[in-house]
């Protein structure tokens, strides 16, 4: 027994030197006093542990978006192909600079001292699902570049695609969440689309319009209704104007007075539309306005109007063609002169129909290949209408403009040379003057 106890006494000794001897060794060695600190403060050893963590990722990120980002700018502008410029613009590279912070906090915290295993394990679930966030962010913004490059094609006007990628983009979006939700519950993501399934009513309630514009979209797309740039009416919705953009959920159209109208998509196969392309592809765009002519100024040419519309270079052939045949006409009745009635003659209002006629003929810019005629209309309590009804050879709208106003400028002008009057309603000025000339009041 004396035997054992000295050799617990010298073992214990041994103990307490060996302790001092560590402990003169700690504060000998470099950061050897700071270590021991922080074994003695474990929580504050923590928290420094995750401050130098979130340091060194937020350092990741600055290094990364303004060293290598503005080195793939420099070298994107330095190439002859515009993919790489519009994958910077749409921010893809940007997002995907998250990646690097994401890891280094996912693999760091292992590194962290005096965690609970149970944060460690929240903290990666947690950077997991910020990575699959990540993820799909980058990959809608890689959606965004593939339909900037798709709209530099001439081919993307008839056929955009903007519809179909925004319908990748919600999928994608979907399975981000669920993948998410599973990796922050710890649980396998075939467990979450399993039940997918009972979920399909509520989906199908919450995203009707978004499924009925696609498939609007798929017949507006395949059957060419409707395109980026087509000038459309749609008086149900107050839209007259072109086409601006068509997504998945809207067709926006800017009208001439530069408002812009949105239209969901499913309603352009549920009301009807005008669509002007044609009239644009044809290279005619119509004239159809009429004049109204006082009726009680429509007479029969006498021999001297004749003779003088005759000299018109547009009337000569068309003169001479009707004496002939009126002439001949009346020679075959044997008409007995002075009896008007029994007669052919020439009227004021024709003449003046086929010098319309004749002068839109030769007219430069009217499309001589498209119909052109001039027609009368019933009478009205404002007149005879006399129509003209053609095609301009140019479609823009200002000139076509310019075009109708010169013509109807011309053909108010001349009106009077035929003996016509233009029908107009009486103004103040009018009555004044009828009151006058009645003298019912003194000059």
Do not use: C
Not at 48 to 74: E, M, Y
Not at 80 to 87: Q, S
Not at 408 to 434: E, N, W
Request: hydrophobic share 50%; proline share 4%; net charge neutral.
């Amino acid at each position: 027994m004396v035997q054992i106890s000295a050799i617990l006494q010298a073992t214990a000794q041994d103990s307490a030197a060996g302790s001092i001897a560590r402990a003169a060794l700690a504060e000998t060695e470099p950061g050897g006093a700071v270590h021991q600190w922080l074994e003695l403060h474990p929580a504050l050893a923590a928290l420094i542990g995750l401050a130098v963590l979130a340091g060194v990722a937020w350092l990741s990120l600055v290094v990364v978006r303004r060293v290598v980002l503005r080195f793939l700018a420099l070298l994107a502008r330095r190439t002859p192909t515009f993919w790489d410029e519009v994958a910077l613009e749409s921010r893809l590279f940007r997002r995907l600079a998250w990646i690097v912070p994401v890891l280094i906090i996912h693999r760091g915290i292992l590194a962290v001292p005096n965690l609970p295993d149970d944060l460690v394990r929240l903290v990666q679930q947690l950077a997991v699902a910020s990575f699959i966030l990540v993820l799909v962010r980058a990959f809608s913004a890689l959606l965004t570049a593939i339909n900037e490059i798709y709209q530099r094609y001439p081919r993307a006007k008839d056929r955009p695609i903007k519809g179909y990628l925004q319908v990748v983009n919600i999928v994608a979006h979907l399975v981000a969440v669920i993948l998410m939700i599973a990796t922050l519950l710890d649980r396998s993501p075939v467990v979450l689309f399993s039940g997918l399934g009972a979920m399909t009513a509520i989906l199908m309630l919450v995203f009707r319009d978004s499924i009925l514009s696609l498939v609007a979209g798929v017949q507006l797309t395949t059957n060419d209704l409707i395109r980026v740039g087509d000038w459309i009416e749609m008086p149900q919705f107050n839209a007259d104007g072109d086409v601006i953009d068509i997504a998945l959920n809207s067709v926006s159209v800017q009208n001439w007075d530069k408002t812009i109208t949105v239209i969901p998509t499913h309603k352009f196969l549920e009301h009807s539309f005008k669509n002007w392309r044609g009239m644009f592809e044809s290279g005619g765009r119509r004239i159809k306005r009429a004049i109204y002519i006082d009726m009680s100024t429509i007479r029969f040419l006498t021999e001297e109007e004749i003779e003088h519309f005759g000299r018109f270079a547009l009337l000569r052939d068309y003169i001479a063609q009707k004496k002939k045949e009126i002439e001949e006409y009346n020679r075959a009745q044997q008409v007995e002169e002075g009896v008007i009635a029994n007669a052919r003659r020439l009227t004021n209002i024709g003449t003046l129909r086929a010098y319309i006629v004749q002068y839109l003929r030769q007219h430069p810019g009217i499309h001589q290949d498209m119909t052109l005629l001039v027609r009368q209309l019933s009478p009205t309590p404002e007149g005879l209408p006399l129509e003209i009804y053609a095609f301009t050879n140019d479609t823009r709208w200002v000139v076509y403009e310019g075009i109708q106003s010169d013509i109807f400028d011309h053909i108010l002008a001349m009106v009077p040379q035929f003996g016509l009057r233009v029908f107009q309603k009486p103004a103040g000025q009018d009555v004044i003057k009828a009151v006058r000339e009645m003298r019912l009041e003194p000059v």
